[in-house]
């Protein structure tokens, strides 16, 4: 709630974690700031000029009985979906959403350089 009226980067909006076998390793954090905020207001909490403020667009949700499928290694449903328009979801079943969740950029401590602290492949889910 507190990322919805000021940023304290003492406190992110969340963990991120990789699964490293049967245990999680922290890997980095996640902050979060309104859909209502601009460029300019982004910038004031990570600048523009060091990391990507990102949302997650055309997203196509299942029905109750295909949630599971969004874990397959190649889904229609979901973040990683291979669904996304209004017509294709409405056709399989699923729910569309122009826009899920609010602006979010996620931080990587623990590496070794800047590109890789503020990566953007990773955060996209596309530097597995």
Request: aromatic residues 12%; proline residues 9%; glycine residues 8%.
């Amino acid at each position: 709630m507190e990322a919805a009226f000021r940023f304290t980067p003492e406190h992110p909006t969340s963990l991120l974690y990789e699964k490293h076998g049967d245990d999680y390793k922290l890997i980095g954090v996640m902050y979060t700031a309104p859909k209502r905020l601009g460029e300019d207001q982004l910038d004031e909490r990570v600048p523009l000029s060091v990391a990507q403020w990102h949302e997650h667009v055309n997203f196509c949700a299942p029905p109750p009985d295909h949630r599971k499928d969004m874990l397959a290694p190649h889904p229609q449903f979901g973040l990683k979906g291979s669904i996304f328009t209004q017509e294709a979801c409405d056709a399989s079943g699923g729910t569309f959403h122009p826009v899920i969740f609010n602006w979010m950029v996620h931080v990587y401590p623990f590496e070794k350089d800047q590109a890789s602290i503020w990566s953007v492949n990773r955060q996209h889910g596309d530097g597995d």
